[in-house]
């Protein structure tokens, strides 16, 4: 079987053509960003407002009770009650889409929301007294502080979008999961476990990528092996709020 998976990774036919890896991994890709662009521009202005406000906290405990759903029976759902209203091919990328960006907004929203959570709170009062208004205390101190656990919800999501937009193909979506989906209607066994070694592959240099990506964006003051936020040690408010503030500009 081995053998098999790996004659067809390497032959020439499967690298060329509509069907091909690069046309497929470039599918794969586009409809991962798209998710997570759509799903980042709600969830991150949400946790941050739930975060600094402490309001609506229920919004985090509604979104985490909601990954429960099994992601296939929903796509299916709204297959059936969006594609029989839309003519075009919009009637299998839509569903698809709305079910990813639900799939991906938990963990982005509830890393934003713990990140700002989390912040000390002598920090933000101190960051007050120094003359910031709230919006400079959310994008100075809370935001910087928050982005740790921010980076590491983004990167929970992506991992899951990547992996789950293989079931999309089901109803027609293009991406490597057409792979797996097509070789199992035809019985090409080598085509279907190579699509999940070409997902496997894709996921681990997704995650690898952003990992490097927090170490550049993070500040190493607020960075550890677990993507937590570190305390830090101050001798007063005032200190407080200088270190969350020069932690924006690292």
Sequence with gaps: MTTSIWAWLTAAD???????????????????????LIASAIAIPLG???GHSG???????LANSARAVPTLGLLFA???????HIASDLAFTIPSIVVLVLLAIP???????????????????????LGLTRWGVLRQVELPCALPLLLSGFRSATLQVAST????????????GRYLIDGIAAGDYAATAGGAVLVAVL????DVLLALLTRVLVSPGLRTGTGRAR????????????????????
């Design 14 to 36: 499967s690298w060329r053509g509509p069907d091909g890896i690069p046309t497929r991994l470039q599918e794969h890709l586009s409809i991962t960003a798209l998710v997570l």
């Design 48 to 50: 941050l407002w739930i």
């Design 55 to 61: 309001r609506g906290r229920w919004l985090v405990a």
């Design 78 to 84: 709204l297959s059936l009650w969006i594609g029989p």
């Design 107 to 129: 963990p982005i929203l509830s890393g934003t929301y713990a990140g700002v959570d989390a912040v000390d709170p002598a920090a933000r009062d101190a960051a007050r007294g």
């Design 165 to 176: 937009a293989t079931i999309a193909a089901a109803i027609g979506l293009g991406g490597l």
């Design 203 to 206: 996921a681990v240099a997704l």
């Design 231 to 250: 305390p830090r040690r101050t001798t007063g408010p005032d200190d407080a709020a200088a270190t969350a503030v020069a932690a924006s500009h690292t």
